[in-house]
């Protein structure tokens, strides 16, 4: 599941359904049952953003890599390892 917010509109990705929140029709507002839809999505959504914030902490996401490419994923694995480990106590 890709959860997206409103500017992926046609956002398509094989193998993954893609989830995004209702749009505010023009003139109305939008159903209860919608509005619902789209505040327990925004609160999986922060959780996502918060930790690449983290990983952006550590520079590996932030800018280009100098390293070398075959080190990226390997170290991208430790620093995520990592974050989840000071957010988990």
């Known amino acids: ?7 992926y509109v046609g956002f398509r990705v094989e193998g993954c359904s893609v989830v995004m929140p209702f ?3 023009p003139g109305r507002d939008l159903e ?4 619902e839809f789209n505040q ?3 609160k999986v959504r922060v959780k996502v ?5 983290s990983l952006k902490i550590f520079r590996i996401l932030k800018g280009v890599y100098r ?5 990226f994923e ?10 989840n480990r000071m957010i988990g106590g």
Do not use: F, N, S
């Not at 599941?1 to 500017?7: E, K, N, R, S």
């Not at 390997?74 to 974050?83: E, G, P, S």
């Open 1 to 7: 599941v890709c959860a997206v917010d409103l500017g």
């Open 23 to 25: 749009k505010k029709p």
């Open 32 to 35: 209860p049952e919608q509005m």
């Open 40 to 42: 327990r999505l925004a």
């Open 49 to 53: 953003e918060h930790r690449i914030r």
């Open 67 to 71: 390293g070398r490419r075959r080190r």
């Open 74 to 83: 390997l170290r991208l694995r430790l620093i995520a390892a990592l974050v």
